[in-house]
């Protein structure tokens, strides 16, 4: 009865406290504030400073983003001994192509994932490094043609140049979605309304439309030639990827390419991922060391399996040749540079 009384007495008196401690100290603060300002000591205001938010490296990082690449410890083991073994503890397993397409086959099973017709994207970690510790590969687009094409299921515009009527006929039933005269591009067309040009070779000192000319002017690029069919289909099935620099590590670099879908057959397969690597691998000089350090087969959508590929047969060895190229490729970037 009299702990309840006091507890009472005690809840009751508890905000008078509280109010009078409060008053207490603002009324401390305004003789301290009055008695500086006769002194003439001028009050220091001291700002808060917000908490800056950490930076996500998973969206501003290509080289992150899954399967992230990471720096793989000096002491790691090569080889596990056992059936059963600590996967921190060893170097990751490389599979040869044909391995590893079995794998993906086994996961695509109806009776696993149920995707056994998969798109296969192929990821290439690269070392954008040179010479010079300054300078780095440039980011670049590229387009390649596959040996063995197949339904990457992109819808692409093709904008095809042709004076023949017959050509154009041609043109179009390959799969250009335009066909017209050069001399009428600039009235009626605009660059954005394609995505690729290309032109018959008997127009090639003729202007192509205003936009397209960094893109496809070159015969290199198959963007002007004399058969224009085979042109039109080498842009609809061929494949485009880009060389991506890292924002946070710019000493490394990605691409992504799809190199078939997971029905084809192996060999098929193989001659498509040898033809990305023998257009990726010129960009850097081999005499530099290697520009490709992981290479990763994965399928698309993508899932959480993926298994490095081993390229050591289908990377070529430098010689003096390259060691030149490699200094006239720095030299070749200073002068864009100017």
């Known amino acids: 009865m009299i702990n309840s009384l006091l507890l009472d007495m005690f809840s009751a008196t508890l905000p008078m406290l509280i109010t009078t401690r409060g008053a207490k100290r603002r009324g ?3 003789l301290r504030k009055l008695k500086e300002a006769k002194l003439g000591i001028k009050t220091k205001v001291v700002k808060k400073e917000r908490a800056s938010s950490p930076i996500t490296t998973t969206n501003s990082s290509i080289a992150a983003q899954y399967p992230a ?7 790691l083991l090569d080889e596990p001994l056992d059936s059963v073994w600590k996967f921190q503890s060893y170097m990751p397993k490389r599979y040869f192509i044909k391995d590893a397409l079995a794998l993906h086959r086994e996961l695509q099973s109806p009776s696993m994932y149920n995707n056994p017709s ?7 970690d690269l070392n954008m490094t040179l ?18 094409p197949f339904d990457h299921g992109q819808k692409r515009t093709i904008l095809a140049f042709a004076k023949d009527p017959h050509i154009q006929v041609i043109a179009n039933e ?12 600039d009235d009626h067309l605009c660059a954005a309304d394609s995505e690729r040009c290309c032109s018959n070779r008997r127009y090639r000192l003729q202007r192509l439309p205003f936009g397209h000319d960094d893109r496809d002017k070159s015969t290199q690029g198959s ?22 620099q890292d924002a946070i590590n710019p000493q490394w670099g990605v691409t992504n390419v799809l190199i078939g879908k997971l029905d084809m057959p192996d060999d098929d397969l193989e001659e498509n991922m040898k033809a990305v690597i023998q257009t990726v691998y010129p960009l850097r000089s081999p005499a530099l060391g290697p520009f490709i350090e992981r290479a990763v087969l994965m399928v698309v959508p993508t899932v959480m ?7 050591s047969p289908y990377l070529p060895e430098p010689t ?10 720095e030299e070749q970037m200073e002068l864009r540079k100017q």
């Open 28 to 30: 401390v603060q305004a």
């Open 69 to 75: 690449r990471v720096e793989l410890l000096p002491d």
């Open 118 to 124: 998969a798109l296969l994207r192929l990821r290439l």
């Open 131 to 148: 010479e010079k510790k300054t300078k780095f590969v440039e980011q670049s687009k590229q387009f390649i043609a596959m040996p063995h």
């Open 174 to 185: 390959a799969g250009a979605e335009i066909t017209v005269e050069p001399l009428l591009v």
């Open 223 to 244: 963007a002007i030639g004399s058969d224009i069919a085979a042109l039109v289909n080498h842009f609809r099935t061929g494949i485009g990827f880009e060389v991506i």
């Open 305 to 311: 399996e993926y298994f490095e590929i081993d390229l």
């Open 320 to 329: 003096d040749e390259d060691e030149q190229d490699g200094d006239d490729q």
